[in-house]
């Protein structure tokens, strides 16, 4: 140290400072003050900040009326603002407890904490159908009463299905070519459901020559069952068989009965079983009548004719009516019945009316022939 003055005072402008390491905010990384940021630019900002507080206190003391306005503005903002938050955060908690109750309904769970908010529309559900008494009721279409049916007819069954039970099942058949329709299908039910034989119902027609027992029986087996062929899409070979064999049968029984029709009504003595099920449950599935008429078709040949496919046969073609008495086609079909046995009485009161008046003008001929001998 020298005697001429005293120590040199090192500048502490940063532009004259020697670079110095320092730890950086990412770890244990060293940089210098030159390659850092000016940090002079914050205290600028609060030097302007300051001199705007001391701008504004000086037109406070200037203007004490427009401070106090420009702070009543300012309040008013931040209850504005608080008051906006407020409902946000109200609403947020209302749906975010309505979401909770939606996910805690899903499984099963059915607390639900009280919460005031946004209420939500409710869904107005569709009128479905009720079943009571194992019957179907559907909806009224424009303000009808509701058409009770039978169990097996859901919400869900095709309209094809629906329509066969509301047509055709039940109803008493007296012509051949329908009978055999209704025997043929019967017996595919071992192989197909009903829907799904409904379905097809127009092949079978056309592949079985509009169920006319006389040509069904003339088809050549060969034909029918060759691969590729419609008829083969439809059944096995031995159901087609079967087909052909029975209408061959049936050939022979309208031969000897003067029509299926004769023959078949013959085993409920040409009138309906009138079942009066009130359950589904109560609906079997062969009876003893089914077995006796399976055991005589059997015995002239028939194939794929089992109790339970007779059965399933009677019910369609009305020789037994198993409606649940609360279903609406229950009384329909009582009604068809009743007026097919009084068409058959009348026809018969008719035929000896026209046997008198054959006598009647045979007499009045050997009178007229007595006469002229006579003469």
Not at 85 to 112: E, I, K, W, Y
Not at 242 to 253: D, F, L, P, T, W
């Given at each position: 140290?020298?005697?001429?003055?005293?120590?040199r005072?090192?500048?502490m402008?940063?532009a004259?400072?020697?670079?110095?390491?320092?730890?950086g905010p990412?770890?244990?990384?060293?940089?210098?003050?030159?390659?850092?940021?000016d940090?002079?630019?914050?205290?600028?900002?609060?030097e302007?900040l300051?001199k705007?507080?001391?701008?504004?206190k000086?037109?406070?003391e200037?203007?004490?009326q427009s401070?106090s306005?420009?702070v009543?503005?300012?309040?008013?903002?931040?209850?504005?603002l608080?008051?906006?938050?407020?409902s946000m955060?109200?609403?947020c908690?209302?749906?975010?407890?309505t979401?909770s109750?939606?996910s805690?309904?899903?499984?099963?769970r059915?607390?639900r904490?009280n919460?005031?908010?946004?209420?939500r529309k409710?869904?107005?559900s569709?009128?479905?159908s009720?079943v009571?008494?194992?019957v179907?009721?559907s909806?009224?279409p424009?303000?009808?009463?509701?058409?009770?049916?039978c169990a097996?007819?859901?919400p869900n069954t095709?309209?094809?299905?629906?329509?066969?039970?509301d047509?055709?099942?039940?109803v008493?058949?007296?012509?051949?070519k329908?009978?055999?329709?209704?025997?043929?299908l019967s017996?595919?039910?071992?192989?197909?459901?009903?829907?799904?034989?409904?379905?097809?119902r127009?092949?079978?027609?056309?592949?079985?020559?509009?169920?006319?027992?006389v040509?069904?029986?003339?088809l050549?087996e060969k034909?029918v069952?060759?691969?590729g062929?419609?008829a083969?899409?439809?059944l096995?070979?031995?159901?087609?068989?079967?087909?052909?064999?029975?209408?061959?049968?049936?050939s022979?029984?309208?031969?000897?009965?003067g029509?299926f029709?004769n023959y078949?009504?013959?085993f409920?003595?040409?009138?309906p079983?009138l079942?009066k099920?009130?359950?589904p449950?109560?609906?079997?599935?062969k009876?003893p009548?089914?077995?006796?008429?399976?055991?005589?078709?059997v015995?002239?040949g028939?194939?794929?004719?089992?109790?339970?496919?007779?059965?399933?046969?009677?019910?369609?073609?009305g020789?037994?009516n198993?409606?649940?008495i609360s279903?609406?086609r229950?009384?329909?079909?009582?009604?068809?019945?009743?007026?097919k046995?009084?068409?058959?009485?009348k026809?018969?009161?008719?035929q000896?009316?026209?046997?008198?008046?054959?006598?009647?003008?045979?007499?009045?001929i050997a009178?007229d022939?007595?006469?002229?001998?006579?003469?």
């Amino acid at each position: 140290m020298s005697a001429s003055g005293g120590p040199r005072l090192r500048s502490m402008n940063v532009a004259d400072s020697e670079a110095r390491p320092v730890f950086g905010p990412a770890g244990n990384k060293t940089g210098s003050y030159s390659s850092r940021k000016d940090a002079s630019k914050p205290l600028r900002k609060a030097e302007k900040l300051g001199k705007e507080v001391d701008l504004a206190k000086e037109k406070k003391e200037a203007s004490p009326q427009s401070h106090s306005a420009s702070v009543s503005s300012v309040l008013r903002r931040h209850e504005q603002l608080l008051h906006s938050n407020l409902s946000m955060n109200a609403s947020c908690s209302s749906d975010a407890s309505t979401d909770s109750f939606h996910s805690r309904a899903s499984t099963g769970r059915l607390t639900r904490s009280n919460s005031y908010g946004l209420t939500r529309k409710r869904s107005v559900s569709k009128p479905r159908s009720v079943v009571s008494d194992g019957v179907l009721e559907s909806p009224p279409p424009d303000g009808a009463q509701p058409k009770k049916r039978c169990a097996w007819i859901t919400p869900n069954t095709e309209p094809y299905y629906a329509t066969f039970h509301d047509e055709e099942w039940g109803v008493p058949v007296h012509d051949d070519k329908k009978l055999f329709e209704v025997l043929v299908l019967s017996s595919a039910l071992s192989e197909l459901t009903w829907p799904a034989i409904l379905s097809k119902r127009h092949i079978f027609r056309e592949v079985f020559a509009d169920f006319d027992p006389v040509a069904v029986s003339k088809l050549n087996e060969k034909k029918v069952i060759t691969p590729g062929t419609t008829a083969s899409s439809l059944l096995s070979d031995q159901k087609l068989r079967g087909i052909i064999e029975n209408a061959r049968q049936i050939s022979k029984v309208i031969v000897e009965f003067g029509s299926f029709d004769n023959y078949i009504w013959s085993f409920v003595n040409h009138k309906p079983i009138l079942s009066k099920f009130r359950y589904p449950r109560q609906v079997p599935v062969k009876t003893p009548k089914a077995e006796v008429i399976s055991k005589d078709l059997v015995r002239r040949g028939f194939r794929g004719v089992g109790p339970t496919v007779i059965y399933s046969f009677m019910q369609v073609v009305g020789l037994t009516n198993d409606h649940l008495i609360s279903c609406f086609r229950f009384q329909e079909c009582v009604a068809a019945a009743e007026g097919k046995e009084e068409n058959s009485i009348k026809n018969e009161d008719a035929q000896p009316n026209a046997c008198d008046s054959v006598m009647e003008s045979d007499l009045s001929i050997a009178i007229d022939n007595l006469s002229l001998s006579s003469e």
